[in-house]
C-alpha cells in the first residue's frame, strides 16, 4: 500500500512537470543557432537639446501640467490653489503633513483609497524625451495610489531628469524594486473613434513640480 | 468565410470603408510623426529585431532564467502547452480561491486561448476592463484590432451599447461621457473583484520581473486591489536584460499610437504582501513556429499594430475579416502557421506592397513571409482547379517564346474585337469595375522586328 | 533621331520588355528603347524574352515559373546590364530567382538587372534627357520598386529623401509634379490580387486616383505599368478627366 502511493507520487509529480518538459524540449530542438546580442550604442540616439525644456514640452503633449516650485510648501500651496475644496488629501513631501487629510497607516485596505482626491508623491527620476516619471514601491506606501487618486501630482528634481530612457534604466541597475512604474501623464483612451478622452480608469489629471536642487 | 468573401461584403459600404481607412490612416500618420522625430529610429529598430532573434535562439534558457528568478521573487510560475491547458491552469487558479468575479486588462493572448467563454460556463464573471475590449465584450464581439479593439465602431453604436448595458443616458456618441460613464462603473468592478487577470508585454529572464503597458490605468487598478494577480504570457514575449525595456518601450507606443510612451509602464517583480501572483507560460504552437525558418522572425512580434495601421488592405476590409484573433498581415503570417487551412485565404489579402514590414519596430519581414506562406499553401491546401490549371498554361506559354508571341497575339485580336459588352461580362472579374486595354495591332515584338528589318 | 552626346566605356545592354507591356503597351517599350539609345547606349532586345515569372510566383505557383525563369537567363545572359521599364520584375530577378540553379550566368543576371530610372540615374549617372512636359504630374511610387528595391525613400522609413524617378522627372522642362496626401500607398493590383480580391483592389485604386484628383494631377506616371493598367482602367470605366502615362513616355518626350 505504501509502495502504490509513492509510485503515484512519482507519476503525479512526472505529470506536473510534462508540459514544462514537452515546451522547453521543443523549444531547444527547434531554436536556430545562437544569434549575438547587440550592443546598444547609445550615441547614436544623442541630441543637442536642453533636456529640461524637452521634457517640460513632452509632459505637456501627454496631457500633463508642469510647473516650478522652490519648496515643498509652495508645492502644497500651488496644489491647493489647483485644486481648492477637496476633501480626501495626501501628500508624501517632508513637513507638509497638514495637508494629509487621511492616515495611510490606519488603512485597512487598498480599496480604501478609492475616493482619494488629491495625491502628492515624489518621482525618483524624470525622462526628457517621453514625459514619464519613475515611482517606485519604495516610495508607494501603497502600491495603488497613483492609479486610484482622482488627482496626481508628482514632484522631481531638475537634476534628476535624463535625456533617455536608456540613462533611466542605468538608475535601475542593482535597484531591487518589488513594483515600480513609469508613469507618463495623465490616464488616458482614444477608444471611442479615436476620440482623446482625459481620464480614463486611472488618475483624471497629472501635475509635475519641478524643484531646483 | 475567406478573407475576399468578408472583404467583399465590408466594401459594400463605402462609406464605412472610408471611415474606417481614415481612423488607422490617422493612426499610421501619428505614428510616422513620433518615429521621424527620434534620432536614430532605424538604429532602435536594428536593436530590436537583434536583441528578439538573440532571445528566440536561446529561448529555453532564458525561460528557465526567467522561472527561476520569478519563483525566487514569490510569483508561481505555470507552463501551458496549449490554450486549453492555458484555460484549465487559470480555471484551477481561480477555483482554489473560490473565485467568482474577475477583472481582466488587455491580453491578446487570453483572447487566442478563448479564456472569456471557458471560465465563463463555469458561472465566473469576467469583465475586460480596456475601454475598446469592454465595448466589443459588451457587442459581443471579438476585437477588430490588437491595440484598438472598438475601430470599427461607430460612436454612436458605442452610445446604444452603453444605453443597453450600463443605462447611460443617449449622448449622441459623446465620447467624454461615455468614458466617465464607463470609468465609474469598472471602478465598482475593480474594487469587487476577487482576481485580475493582465497580459504581459514583456518578460525580463534577468530579473524575473514583467512589464505590463496601459493608457488607461485599468491593468493597475485591478492588479493592486485584487488579492489575486494573474499574468499571462507567451513564451515568446521574455527579454534577455532590464536594460533592453529602453529599446523596446521606446518602440512599443511609438509605433502603436504615436504616442512618446504609454501612460503606465508597470514593472511587476514581486506581489504585494498578502497577494498571490501567479504567471502562465504559454506555447500554443509557438515552439513549432520556432522550428520554421523562414517564419521564425514572426515570433519577434511586440504585438504594437502599426503593420495593421498602415496595410491598405487592413484600413479596408477591417479586423474581422480576417476571421483570426491577430488580424492584419502579421496575423497572417502568425495563423498558417496554427492552422493552415483554416487561414489560406489569409497570405492572398495582400499586394505584398511591404508597408508592413518598413513599419515594424522589430523589422519582421512580414511581406515576405507572406510570398512564402503562399508557396507553401499552393501545395498542401486543395486550390481550385481553374487556378491550378491556369497557372500550368501560364507557366507553359512563358516558357515557349513562340507560344507565348502566339497567345499574346490571340489577346490582342480579342480585345481590338470582341465586343466590349462581352468582354467585360460576368466571368470577366476585372472588368467588373474596370476596362481592360485597347488590344495594340502590334506587339513591341512585332514592332522591333520591322524595325530591324527596316534598317537593313 | 537626336543622340546626346554620352562619355563612357561601352556598355552592352540588354532590353527586358515585360510580357504585358510587349503585347498590350508597346508604346512604353519602345520609348524606353529611345531613351536608352539616345543616351548612346548599344541596346539589345534578345527576341526569344517572354515573362520574369512574377504572375506564377507571387500567387504562390513560383514552381509552375521555373521554364520561365530559365528562358529568361538563356536570353539575358551575357548583357552588362539588364535594363527594363518595370520595377516589380527587376525586383523579382533580383529577390526571386533563387529557385533555380545559381550558376554563374544566374548570378550576373541576378546582380545586374535594373530599373529604368535606376539605371539612368545611377549607372549612367545622368538626370536630364532634354525632355519636355508641360503637365501637372503626380507619381506614383509602386511597391515593389520603391520597398523592394529601394528606389526612393519610402514614407515608412526615417532617414535622408531620395528618388530616381524624382530625380529624373525634376529635370523635365516645365513639368510640374504635384505632391499628394498619401505619398506612396499601394495602387491596390497587387498581380492575381486584382482579380482573387477585386473589392478591395478597386477601392486601393480608385482612392489613388481620387488623391492624385484632389492635388490638381492632370497625368498620373510612374515605373511600373501593371499598376498604370490597373488605374487607367479604372478612369477610363469612370471616364475620369485624368491621363496615365509610363515614366519611359515622358522621358521620351524630348525637346524638338
Known sequence: MGQKKVLMIGIKKEKKMSSRFEILLKIKANKPDLLDLPIIDETVFYEDIDHISEFKKKVEIVGGNVFESSSNQDVINQVKSLYPSTALNFSVLEGTEAFNTIDLNTLKKPHDLVDLDVLILKGTFGVAENGAIWISDKQLLVRVLPFITKHLILVIKHSDIVPYLHQGYELLKGKDNDFGVLLSGPSKTADIEQSLVIGAQGALSLSVFLMQD | ?456 | MDVLFFNKKIMKVGLFIPCYINQLYPQVGIATLQVLERLNIEVVYPSKQTCCGQPMANSGYENESVGTCNNFINNFKGFDYIVTPSGSCAYHVKNHYNIIDQTVDVINVRNNVYELCDFIVNILKVKNLKAHFPYKVGIHKSCHGLRGLRLGSCSEIVGESFSSIEDVLNEVENIQLMPLTRKDECCGFGGTFAVAEEAISVKMGKDRIQDHLNNGVEVITGTDTSCLMHLEGLINRNKQPIKVLHVAEILNNIIK
Open chain 2, 1 to 456: 468565410m475567406s478573407h475576399s468573401k468578408a472583404a467583399t461584403l465590408f466594401n459594400e459600404n463605402e462609406a464605412k470603408v472610408n471611415w474606417h481607412d481614415k481612423a488607422l490612416w490617422f493612426v499610421r500618420h501619428k505614428r510616422d510623426l513620433s518615429a521621424h522625430a527620434v534620432k536614430g529610429w532605424e538604429s532602435l529598430r536594428q536593436l530590436g529585431s537583434q536583441i528578439k532573434a538573440h532571445t528566440l535562439s536561446n529561448l529555453d534558457n532564458y525561460l528557465i532564467q526567467f522561472e527561476e528568478n520569478a519563483l525566487k521573487n514569490g510569483i508561481q510560475v505555470h507552463w501551458a502547452a496549449d490554450g486549453d491547458e492555458h484555460n484549465r491552469i487559470v480555471h484551477s487558479i481561480l477555483k482554489a480561491s473560490n473565485v467568482k468575479k474577475v477583472v481582466k486588462s488587455k491580453s491578446m493572448l487570453t483572447e487566442e486561448c478563448h479564456l472569456n467563454p471557458f471560465l465563463e460556463a463555469d458561472g465566473i464573471e469576467v469583465i475586460d476592463t480596456d475601454l475598446g475590449e469592454y465595448i466589443v465584450q459588451l457587442a459581443k464581439e471579438p476585437p477588430s484590432h490588437i491595440v484598438l479593439p472598438a475601430i470599427h465602431k461607430t460612436k454612436e453604436e458605442v452610445d446604444e451599447l452603453f444605453q443597453k448595458n450600463i443605462g447611460t443616458k443617449p449622448s449622441g456618441g459623446d465620447p467624454q461621457y461615455l468614458t466617465n460613464e464607463a470609468r465609474k462603473h469598472l471602478r465598482e468592478k475593480f474594487i469587487q473583484a476577487d482576481v485580475a487577470i493582465t497580459g504581459v508585454n514583456f518578460a525580463v529572464a534577468e530579473t524575473g520581473e514583467f512589464v505590463v503597458c496601459t493608457n488607461e490605468g485599468n491593468a493597475d487598478m485591478g492588479a493592486h486591489l485584487a488579492p489575486i494577480h494573474i499574468a499571462c504570457m507567451g513564451v515568446e514575449k521574455l527579454i534577455p536584460k532590464q536594460e533592453h525595456l529602453s529599446v523596446f518601450l521606446r518602440l512599443l507606443a511609438r509605433s502603436a499610437t504615436g504616442q512618446p510612451i504609454t501612460t503606465y509602464s508597470s514593472h511587476f517583480k514581486r506581489p504585494r504582501k498578502e497577494q498571490k501572483m501567479h504567471i502562465v507560460l504559454v506555447d500554443n504552437g509557438r515552439s513549432v513556429q520556432l522550428g520554421r525558418p523562414d517564419f521564425r522572425a514572426s515570433l519577434q512580434c511586440i504585438r504594437c499594430g502599426a503593420c495593421m495601421n498602415t496595410c491598405p488592405i487592413y484600413r479596408r476590409s477591417g479586423g474581422h475579416s480576417y476571421n483570426a484573433t491577430i488580424p492584419g498581415p502579421i496575423g497572417s503570417i502568425l495563423s498558417p502557421g496554427k492552422d493552415l487551412k483554416k487561414h489560406s485565404s489569409l497570405p492572398f489579402a495582400s499586394t505584398l506592397c511591404g508597408s508592413c514590414s518598413d513599419v515594424c519596430p522589430v523589422k519582421i519581414d512580414i511581406h515576405k513571409q507572406l510570398y512564402k506562406w503562399r508557396q507553401i499553401i499552393t501545395k498542401e491546401v486543395p486550390q481550385p482547379i481553374v487556378k491550378k490549371i491556369s497557372m500550368k498554361m501560364m507557366g507553359n506559354t512563358f516558357s515557349k517564346p513562340n507560344h507565348f508571341k502566339k497567345v499574346g497575339k490571340i489577346a490582342r485580336w480579342s480585345l481590338r474585337h470582341i465586343p466590349k459588352s462581352i468582354i467585360n461580362s460576368k466571368p470577366n472579374i476585372w472588368g467588373k469595375e474596370r476596362d481592360l486595354p485597347d488590344g495594340p495591332k502590334e506587339s513591341f515584338d512585332d514592332w522591333y522586328k520591322k524595325r530591324k528589318k527596316d534598317e537593313q
